[in-house]
């Protein structure tokens, strides 16, 4: 290598490739650069507290490391009760969302010409409405004795057979259920109209050529087309249930003989009201589990899917 | 052109130096200091805080007054990022327990603050309260009372007026025969707000206590005597309060605040368990019968089977105050605290909180400052005598009291025998008594 020839612009093979490693080497930095504050938050506000939590877990009351925490939770009723009813909640919220959102989709797209906006605004409205105004009339709603709900009955004359939603452990979750469905349903409907207008309106005109019609067209035209936009809301549905405190809390507080509790509600109980911080932590960890054995099974399911589709 | 703006510099500078250094001195800024609380309600606070700071113009306190629930979080939150307030308002028991080692040991204070006899001007039932729950040999104070209660129950008179009865029941029998004809005339007979766990227990233990004092003491302690006789024979007396359709219709899955005590000011309900705290409603409210209390009277739980004993009262600490060592951080903020302690509990910040009819005072001594109605005054009076000899209404152990709870819960739900819930709650004691 020569002064002048690296001068005159044709640098030599090595000169070139150091400069193309520095090039890249700068671009690598200057795109972790990009990605680090968002790093930094993930590991700030995610991974760290998910760690803390998992290591609080495995202390006890004394400062020892024991796994007597979920010793304890195996022999729990009420941690049972609160894992069975988190699986009720995901089951029922997420079928009768997902069924509503898309019949409720499927009717404002396909057979009403006009006013499409009005009806998703309306129907998305509850989402916007605090959680805790919405616990609070519901509560009144279901009032024996002075609510609206007992109110209906009564005028029929049926006053005196009005159950006690929230007040029977019987039926107790279910009311509260109802309620956690009427609120998200809107979120479906939103989800599912914005999938049904990106379906291709020659692919519909030529499922019905081939005689793919009515019923027909919505099962085997329609609904495998919104796999992917399912999957999601199965997804995000999954994790609103198990995360649902506010209107269980503030409509029964996990009554009545903790038959509405939920792991969720499980957890502040033990940890805010019990001062058991460290099998509270061990819940949460049961939670945060769950949570993610859940949403790989439905990733699978949803891409083993698409894959056949 | 740059000699001449930095000429200039100098010389503004050198100005505001010489304006400054020639200009009085500022009053030193007040001391803050910084109070969390569930209780009092805000518009108390905040007559408490004016009265403080008019009396100490050096002093600034700012207060934070939320729902028990979110407060219980936020104290939580705040130990851990250890910003903790000056001062915290503490229940009895696993509370003032839990926050113990970031709290001052008020006993030198109170001895500053009111001398060596301070213990003198508290009730010993509420100083063995504000202790409840401290380790063997740690006679110490964490916290503090400023105001107590009583609990017990309250009758609408015009209700009962209406619904022909004379007076309230003196037995349980009586209780179910006045909820029948309450009913009769339109109004819920017996509010309760069963879905509320602690006023399960308290109703349960106003029931208990008319037949077992004793051990409804011990319980709360920490003793394992929940399937004592007295205390299966309670279970069964709130059972009937569901069976006998005392309680209203839904009352599990009802909550006594805001909704029970909304009826009730309403004028629908015809008894509810609540306690000394409702006489603020004259503050709150406008309505005339509820300005002056004339439409409500107060009664114990009636008498139980043969247990003709005398009454027995149940009541203690409604909120007590402690200094957190964040505020022993800084000498002025602890001077401070002090100060606003003194001030909460038998200074001008009680005094605001008397007049409101917050509650009743902890302090010896302490009354309103103004006149009251006639049949006010009487209830008033009655308070203040039933707390000097009141035993306390709080079970220590929160994983005893909220097994209770769900017990209590169960019986009314029929989904467990008042014999099998007694008997979870004995097991939860037994449990408990090994585990500490």
């Given amino acids: 290598m020569t002064a002048s020839s690296v001068g005159s612009g044709h640098a030599p093979a090595v000169a070139r490739g150091v400069k193309l490693r520095r090039g890249r080497g700068w671009r690598e930095l200057e795109a972790w650069l990009y990605v680090l504050p968002g790093l930094a938050v993930f590991a700030v506000f995610i991974a760290y507290p998910i760690t803390a939590n998992i290591v609080a877990s495995l202390f006890g009351p004394h400062g020892d490391v024991t796994m007597a925490n979920y010793r304890q939770a195996s022999g729990d009723a009420v941690f049972w009760t609160a894992m069975r009813n988190s699986a009720v909640w995901v089951v029922l919220c997420v079928v009768f969302e997902a069924a509503i959102g898309f019949v409720l989709a499927l009717a404002i797209e396909m057979y009403i010409p006009r006013g499409r906006v009005v009806f998703r605004t309306l129907l998305f409205l509850p989402m916007v409405i605090t959680p805790s105004v919405i616990a609070l009339v519901f509560s009144t709603i279901y009032a024996p004795d002075y609510g609206l709900l007992f109110g209906v009955f009564d005028s029929v004359g049926l006053g005196g057979h009005f159950p006690a939603i929230l007040g029977d452990p019987a039926t107790a979750t279910y009311g509260v259920i109802a309620v956690n469905v009427w609120q998200w349903s809107g979120f479906f409907v939103l989800m599912y109209c914005v999938g049904l207008t990106q379906i291709d309106r020659e692919l519909l005109a030529a499922a019905a050529i081939d005689g793919a019609v009515g019923f027909a067209r919505v099962r085997y035209v329609i609904w495998p087309l919104l796999y992917p936009v399912t999957t999601s809301l199965v997804v995000l549905g999954t994790i609103q249930a198990l995360q649902q405190f506010p209107l269980i809390f503030l409509m029964t507080e996990g009554g009545p003989a903790d038959s509405t509790q939920t792991l969720a509600t499980y957890i502040f109980q033990t940890g805010f009201v019990l001062n058991e911080m460290h099998y509270a932590s061990a819940v949460a960890v049961v939670l945060f589990v769950l949570s993610l054995a859940l949403i790989v099974v439905q990733y699978r399911l949803g891409r083993e899917r698409r894959a056949h589709a | ?436």
Avoid at chain 2, 66 to 79: I, N, R
Avoid at chain 2, 257 to 269: E, I, K, Q
Avoid at chain 2, 318 to 328: K, L
């Fill in chain 2, 1 to 436: 052109m740059k000699t001449k703006a930095c000429l200039l510099g100098v010389a503004a500078t050198l100005l505001l130096v010489g304006a400054s250094a020639g200009a009085p001195a500022r009053a030193a800024d007040p001391v803050v200091v910084t109070v969390w609380s569930w209780s009092p309600v805000t518009p108390t606070m905040n007559a408490m805080i004016a009265a403080i700071q008019k009396a100490h113009p050096d002093i600034q306190v700012k207060a934070t007054i939320q729902p028990h629930p979110v407060y219980s979080v936020s104290l939580q939150a705040a130990v851990g990022s250890g910003n903790m307030p000056d001062i915290v308002g503490l229940s009895p028991g696993s509370e003032t327990q839990q926050y113990r080692e970031h709290l001052l040991n008020l006993s030198p204070v109170a001895e500053e603050l009111w001398g060596k006899d301070w213990q003198k001007n508290f009730s010993p039932s509420l100083l063995s309260e504000a202790r409840f729950g401290n380790p063997q040999g740690d006679a110490n104070f964490y916290a503090l009372p400023q105001e107590a209660q009583i609990n017990n129950l309250w009758y609408n008179i015009p209700a009962f007026e209406k619904a022909g009865i004379a007076g309230p029941p003196k037995t349980v029998d009586e209780l179910v025969a006045d909820a029948k004809k309450l009913r009769a005339a339109g109004y819920m007979p017996f509010y309760q707000g069963a879905g509320t766990g602690t006023f399960d227990v308290w109703a349960y233990l106003l029931i208990a206590s008319r037949i077992d004092v004793d051990s409804v003491v011990a319980g709360e302690q920490g003793a394992p005597i929940w399937t004592k006789p007295g205390m299966i024979e309670a279970a069964h007396v709130w059972q009937r309060m569901f069976t006998d359709d005392v309680f209203q219709p839904g009352a599990l899955s009802a909550l006594q605040y805001p909704t029970g005590a909304n009826l009730f000011a309403a004028g629908r309900v015809g008894m509810i368990v609540l306690g000394s705290w409702w006489l603020q409603q004259t503050g709150l409210s406008e309505l005339p019968g509820l300005k002056t209390m004339s439409d409500y009277g107060t009664f114990n739980f009636p008498a139980v089977g043969d247990h003709k004993g005398p009454e027995v009262f149940l009541g203690g600490v409604d909120v007590g105050w402690g200094i957190t060592t964040n505020a022993s951080s800084s000498p002025a903020v602890l001077a401070a605290s002090k100060v606003v302690l003194k001030e909460f509990i038998s200074g001008v910040g009680e005094q605001e909180a008397l007049d409101e009819l917050n509650d009743l005072p902890a302090f010896n001594g302490m009354t309103p400052s103004h006149a009251m109605p006639a049949h006010l005054t009487e209830v008033y009076d009655t308070y203040i005598k039933e707390l000097a000899t009141a035993h306390t209404h709080v079970i220590g152990n929160p994983v005893i009291n909220q097994s209770l709870v769900s017990g209590l819960q169960a019986i009314g739900a029929k989904t467990m025998t008042p014999e099998a819930a007694m008997q979870a709650v004995q097991d939860t004691a037994l449990a408990q008594q090994k585990a500490h």
